[in-house]
Nanobody, 117 residues
Framework: VQFVESGGGLVQTGGSLTLSCVAS????????MSWYRQSSGKERERVAS????????YYAASVKGRFTIWRDNSKKSVYLQMNSLKSDDTAVYFC???????????WGQGTQVTVSS
C-alpha cells in the first residue's frame, strides 16, 4: 500500500493550491478517503473526507467553505483544492483511507504547504 502526495508549496495568504494523492496497493474505488494535516508541534487532524462514490463529503470546521475534496477512481486519486489560504493552514498534508472515520493504512511522505503573510 502506498500513498504519494504532491502539489504542496509556498503560497501567500489568500492564495490557492491543489493537492493530489495517488494510491496503490488496494481497491481504491472501495475506499473512503481523507486528507489530514499536521503542523509543527500539533497532532495530525482530519481536514476533509469523501465517500467511495463521492456522494458524501466531510470538512473540518476550520476549512469548510474554503477547501474542496474530490476523487477520480479511474486514476486512483484523491484531490484537495485549497482556496483563501491562511497561515494556520501551514502543515504537512497527507491522504489515507479511512474506516469508521479513522485512518486505516500506513502514512505516505505527505506534501508541505506553507502559507506566508
Amino acid at each position: 500500500v502506498q500513498f504519494v502526495e504532491s502539489g504542496g508549496g509556498l503560497v501567500q495568504t489568500g492564495g490557492s493550491l491543489t493537492l493530489s494523492c495517488v494510491a496503490s496497493g488496494f481497491t481504491f474505488s472501495n475506499a473512503a478517503m481523507s486528507w489530514y494535516r499536521q503542523s509543527s508541534g500539533k497532532e495530525r487532524e482530519r481536514v476533509a473526507s469523501i465517500g467511495t462514490d463521492a456522494s458524501s463529503t466531510y470538512y473540518a470546521a476550520s476549512v469548510k467553505g474554503r477547501f474542496t475534496i474530490w476523487r477520480d477512481n479511474s486514476k486512483k486519486s484523491v484531490y484537495l483544492q485549497m482556496n483563501s489560504l491562511k497561515s494556520d493552514d501551514t502543515a504537512v498534508y497527507f491522504c489515507n483511507e479511512i474506516d469508521s472515520g479513522r485512518p486505516f493504512r500506513s502514512w505516505g511522505q505527505g506534501t508541505q504547504v506553507t502559507v506566508s503573510s
